[in-house]
Structure formats: structure tokens, C-alpha cells
């Protein structure tokens, strides 16, 4: 293998591992991925909340934030209302009383400029149907 091109050899490990070696596939396909494109290809930088709310969001279009399992970003959003001074409620979703206090607590915001967190939409795929519709009445 040693006449093969980095990306060859990359490609060729990365086949080995598929087919003797499942468990270091991960890491080979990173491997590859990075001899292919680069290391910093595979390295995002961190998001800049500030410059997105005041660059490129409005008061009439919500911004969605969808974290990795295992991460939970709002205390990105807490450190961000409080260096804004810009009032929020978060709430949690998962119940039907949190449906409606959260549909509540959208129109208020809604009216009176203020943002709204919602946690764990992923346990109310259905409900975000809903919310896309009323999203778009306001």
C-alpha cells in the first residue's frame, strides 16, 4: 500500500474496516473524510447566537435551534437573553398542559416582543404541525 496516493490508501483502509472491522468504521471514515477534504472540514465553528439574532432573524420569523443528543444549548440562549436584556420564558413540552400554556405563551410573546424557548419538541411531532400553522397566522 505504500505506493498508493494518502486519500488511495484512506479509501482502502476504510473498505478493510467495513469488512473485518465494523466497530473502527467511525474512525476510518473520519480518517477518510479528512485526507480527502482536509481537517478542518470536519471542524465547524462554534455558532455566533448574537450575530445570527441581530444580523439575520426579525420579530416575525422564529429561528429554530436543534441541538445533539446529549447537549442541551439553552443555557446558549439564557446567557444570550441576559446579555441582551431581552425577556424569555422556556418551557418544557411533552404534556398537553404544555401545549397549551406554550401556544399561550406564543401569542403573548408574539404581541409583546419577547422570545420563547421550547424544549423537547422532539416529544411533540405532531403538536409542531400545529404550531407551524399558528406561526404562520400571527
Known sequence: MSNK???QQAWISLLLMKAFRQDRLLVASTNFVSKVFGDDFLTLPELNLSKVVESESN????????STPGYDA??????LAAKMKHPYKA?????????DLADKTIVAA???GSWVLLKNVHL???WLVQLEKRIHNL
Open 124 to 126: 411533540a411531532p405532531a
Open 110 to 112: 408574539a404581541k409583546s
Open 5 to 7: 496516493s494518502p486519500t
Open 74 to 79: 439553552s443555557s446558549k440562549v439564557d446567557d
Open 91 to 99: 418551557l418544557a413540552m411533552g404534556s398537553d398542559e404544555g401545549f
Open 59 to 66: 420579530s416575525s420569523e422564529p429561528i429554530m435551534l436543534c
